[in-house]
């Protein structure tokens, strides 16, 4: 599904190169985590995937099911089934969240060259999802994000995943600030949409949220590259001990 090879990332604006050769693939209808201590690229190997301004690929290369994701607009990875969960999401007045998700699926349709869906059956299928994921349906009346609690915001992110329906899903700490119930919450949103066509990506800081969402394999990042790979019981040696000894081992 997502093959990323020796990828190396540098800021724009100045000469620091941030990710120094990322190996990972990930394989459709799997899990797979990515942790490392703060500031070791996981959030830029995220912005990067997802094409946000600011980074320049200086060598390697991305692809989602074979697509060169690094030649698309941001919106073209979108429509070829990327998607990214934010740590922070944006807050956007004046948008109803309807509205935002209604134009964002169609024009995902639209860049698949598929037809547009009406108002009224957007609103069926919205009410569906929203439901399946106990999610208040007030909260779809309301401008994206606005006032919306750290829980309710990530459970609106969750929403706009199901509603998109991507096959490659980036999840960047949607777990930081989340309180136990929360954390819960989105976790079995998360679980809902795993799917033999699906993959996601689920980038934590910590241990616990993958004691919900259960992953088949799990990395962990350190100074701009994958430092080391293996099973589920990687996370909770990470918990153990921290990460100190993977990164002296990786030195
Ligand atoms: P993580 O998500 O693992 O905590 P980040 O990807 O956020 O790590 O950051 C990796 C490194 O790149 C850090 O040293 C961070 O300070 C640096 N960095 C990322 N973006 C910028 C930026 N726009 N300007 C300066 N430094 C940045
Ligand atoms: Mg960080
Ligand atoms: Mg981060």
């Not at 599904?1 to 050769?21: A, F, R």
Request: overall charge negative; proline content about 3%.
């Amino acid at each position: 599904m997502l093959e990323i090879k020796n990828l190396h990332v540098k800021l724009e604006e100045e000469d620091k190169q941030i990710l120094k050769g990322v190996d990972l693939s990930v394989e459709a209808g799997k899990v797979h985590a990515i942790m490392g201590p703060n500031g070791s690229g996981k959030s830029t190997l995220s912005y990067v995937l997802s094409g946000r301004d600011g980074y320049e690929v200086t060598d390697g290369s991305a692809t989602l099911e074979g697509a060169d994701l690094l030649e698309l607009e941001p919106e073209e990875r979108a429509a070829a089934g990327l998607f990214l969960a934010f740590q922070y999401p944006v807050e956007i007045p004046g948008v109803g969240n309807m509205t935002f998700l209604r134009t964002a699926f169609n024009a995902q349709r639209k860049a698949r060259g598929e037809e547009e869906i009406s108002a009224a059956d957007f609103l069926k299928l919205i009410r569906e999802k929203a439901k399946e994921l106990k999610i208040d349906a007030d909260m779809l009346k309301r401008p994206v994000n606005m006032g919306f609690s750290g829980g309710e915001k990530k459970r609106n992110e969750i929403l706009q995943m199901a509603v998109l329906g991507p096959k490659m899903c980036i999840l960047d700490e949607t777990d930081s600030g989340l309180d136990v119930d929360a954390m819960k919450l989105v976790s079995d949103g998360v679980n809902a949409l795993r799917d033999e066509g699906r993959a996601f990506l689920v980038i934590t800081h910590y241990q616990r949220l993958l004691n919900h969402i259960k992953p088949d394999v799990v990395h962990i990042m350190s100074n701009g590259r994958i430092v080391k790979t293996g099973g589920p019981e990687l996370a909770l040696e990470v918990e153990e001990n921290g990460y100190a000894d993977i990164v002296a081992e990786d030195a």
